[in-house]
């Protein structure tokens, strides 16, 4: 088998609506290539952004067009590229798009200690940074923090910086009530626990049974006593919470925000239906946050669209906060992108995120 009908396979299921990852083990499965399937996949990522610049009209032919040029050429959906145009530096998003994103980790303090982490991690010839705005997240320089056995332990969270900064944007203390309305994966629930010492009362809130399920599994592998966790399987926009001293809303969004790792999220995007559909999610999930009494809330999106961020909070003017963490603003012909953050995989080697902060109502 050669890598044009592998790479072919794979975009067969890229269309058929398979994420990235789910397409290239489905490819592998059935397709045998005498390749290193590191690369290859990387090859498959490349492909897949370059989709929408590509002229064939099948799939092998698409895939040998790819493989003649030099270097990637990024391809968006036109309404995506002209929407971008005016709010980004579009090429050097494009740009990013190929290069990929970092991968962030922070030591899990509830199960580690974490400068004995830090030292086994180098004597494994791992390089990483310090964070300089967060300094207990890291960014690493050389290999898969995902292969060291401290991951594999839940001693290591993979989180990205931008997640991490939604968190701060929160600013958790102990004692205090906090309301999650969409809490998978878990990995802020970790974080605001973490931070608190469990000294905090959690109410962490979602829609997918499945999902709620993985999420307590993954919290108890990363040490959290559920004694003062309470989760609720509910759809959000019709809770059944009706006081916390702070709300997080990680709102379910189109995903655009992370193209770079899963770049199949662009097929869809072919039109801005998706966007439109998440928009009206987000909007009554924002109409339900003020059917509670609260104290400050945090609304973050892992979106790089305005439909799905500051033109949702632009309508909420009087309750904006300024959102006071590092990062860049968000777009500034809004109000609430002038006081909110972003954060950009061409600014920060993050997620592509926005994060806006509310007062309460209480």
């Not at 968190?167 to 990995?187: D, H, N, R």
Request: charged share 30%; hydrophobic share 35%.
């Amino acid at each position: 088998m050669n890598e044009i009908d592998f790479l072919s396979t794979v975009l067969f299921y890229v269309e058929d609506g398979y994420p990235l990852p789910v397409a290239f083990s489905k490819a592998k499965s059935t397709k045998r290539v005498k390749s290193n399937y590191d690369d290859l996949y990387e090859i498959s990522r490349k492909l897949v952004l370059s989709y929408f610049s590509l002229n064939g009209k099948t799939r092998r032919k698409k895939v040998k067009e790819f493989l003649s040029m030099d270097g990637v050429n990024v391809g968006l959906p036109a309404w995506m590229e002209r929407e971008l145009n005016t709010l980004i530096d579009i090429e050097k998003y494009k740009k990013s798009l190929v290069n990929g994103k970092a991968q962030w980790f922070r030591v899990n303090r509830i199960l580690a200690d974490e400068d004995k982490i830090l030292k086994s991690l180098e004597m494994k010839g791992l390089e990483f940074a310090r964070d300089p705005d967060f300094p207990y997240i890291y960014r690493s320089l050389s290999k898969d923090v995902s292969k060291t056995e401290e991951f594999q332990n839940f001693k290591i969270i993979i989180q990205d910086k931008a997640s991490v900064a939604v968190v701060e944007a929160l600013k958790p203390k102990e004692y205090e009530k906090i309301y999650e309305m969409a809490s998978s994966p878990g990995l802020k629930s970790q974080l605001i626990y973490e931070k608190t010492e469990g000294k905090v009362e959690l109410f962490l809130a979602e829609i997918d049974r499945r999902r709620l399920d993985k999420e307590v599994d993954l919290l108890k592998k990363f040490g959290v006593d559920f004694k003062n966790v309470h989760f609720v399987n509910q759809d959000s926009r019709y809770g059944s919470i009706r006081y916390a001293d702070a709300v997080l809303i990680d709102a379910p969004c189109s995903t655009s925000g992370v193209i770079s790792i899963d770049p199949s999220i662009l097929l869809s995007l072919r039109n801005k239906s998706k966007v439109k559909q998440y928009s009206r999610v987000q909007q009554s999930l924002l109409e339900d946050l003020f059917s509670i009494k609260f104290k400050r809330a945090v609304y973050s999106v892992c979106s790089i669209f305005p439909e799905e961020a500051e033109m949702l909070l632009d309508k909420l003017k009087d309750m904006l906060l300024p959102t006071d963490i590092p990062g860049s603003k968000g777009y500034t012909s809004f109000e609430s992108g002038r006081l909110g953050v972003r954060y950009f995989n061409f600014v920060h080697k993050t997620e592509d995120f926005f994060i806006g902060k509310l007062k309460g109502n209480e």
